[in-house]
């Protein structure tokens, strides 16, 4: 189009007011009480009982989820503050600390346990209700992040993906034994990162800009 004026009326005429979205803070509490809840009913196609909180172990196996909880929202509140543009990573020396402390209280919960390493094979269910739980928590916040896309859609959705395998843990801690084995915590890591590869794969192309 040569005539400028004329261009600048109609985009003038068709622009609409940009809506600021919400805090990173606000958005991963609002995106997480709609991804848990898609997690639990999937995860109802699995078959469980009940963890045992009458257990010894069950201090540790509760302040897991505790942190798991913790790691989960502060995870999510990273994903979508690195989508916005200016943010690199911020604040990682915390996400790094919940994870850390995180493995340090499997670990703990490992260690009184009265089978510590486990047998080859232990964890599949694990991994399988992990896997179970958090792909449509990845749909949710793969949605999630569509809506204001990022600069670093990887490093978004790696993030995203830690907070997901977070969510499950919580979700699986309700129905898992509450005395901790090495080959379970193995397959715990596996099922992390699985579901990271898969928010990685399946939503850089729908959340880059």
């Known amino acids: 189009m040569n005539n400028h004026d004329a261009l600048i009326e109609r985009l003038s005429r068709d622009v609409t007011p940009v809506k600021r979205p919400a805090s990173p803070w606000q958005r991963a509490?609002?995106?997480?009480?709609?991804?848990?809840?898609?997690?639990?009913?999937?995860?109802?196609?699995?078959?469980?009982?009940?963890?045992?909180?009458a257990d010894p172990g069950a201090l540790w196996a509760g302040l897991g989820m505790l942190v798991s909880l913790g790691l989960g929202v502060f995870?999510?509140?990273?994903?979508f503050a690195l989508s916005i543009a200016g943010h690199k990573l911020p604040q990682w020396r915390w996400l790094a600390a919940f994870s850390v402390v995180w493995l340090l209280v499997e670990l703990l919960q490992i260690t009184s346990s009265?089978?510590?390493?486990?047998?080859?094979?232990?964890?599949?269910?694990c991994y399988t209700f992990m896997m179970i739980a958090?792909?449509?928590?990845?749909v949710v916040v793969v949605a999630a992040l569509r809506l204001t896309r990022s600069l670093y859609p990887a490093g978004s959705l790696a993030i995203a993906g830690l907070g997901i395998a977070a969510m499950s843990q919580i979700i699986l801690?309700?129905?898992?034994p509450v005395a901790g084995e090495l080959m379970d915590l193995l397959m715990h890591l596996a099922a992390a990162i699985t579901l990271i590869a898969i928010a990685v794969l399946a939503g850089r192309r729908w959340i880059a800009i």
Request: net charge negative; aromatic share 12%; proline share 8%.
């Open 29 to 53: 509490l609002g995106w997480m009480l709609v991804a848990m809840p898609c997690g639990f009913l999937a995860s109802l196609m699995m078959p469980s009982a009940a963890a045992n909180w």
């Open 75 to 79: 995870a999510l509140k990273t994903a």
């Open 114 to 125: 009265g089978d510590p390493v486990g047998h080859f094979g232990d964890g599949i269910y």
């Open 134 to 138: 958090g792909i449509p928590m990845v």
């Open 173 to 176: 801690g309700f129905c898992h």
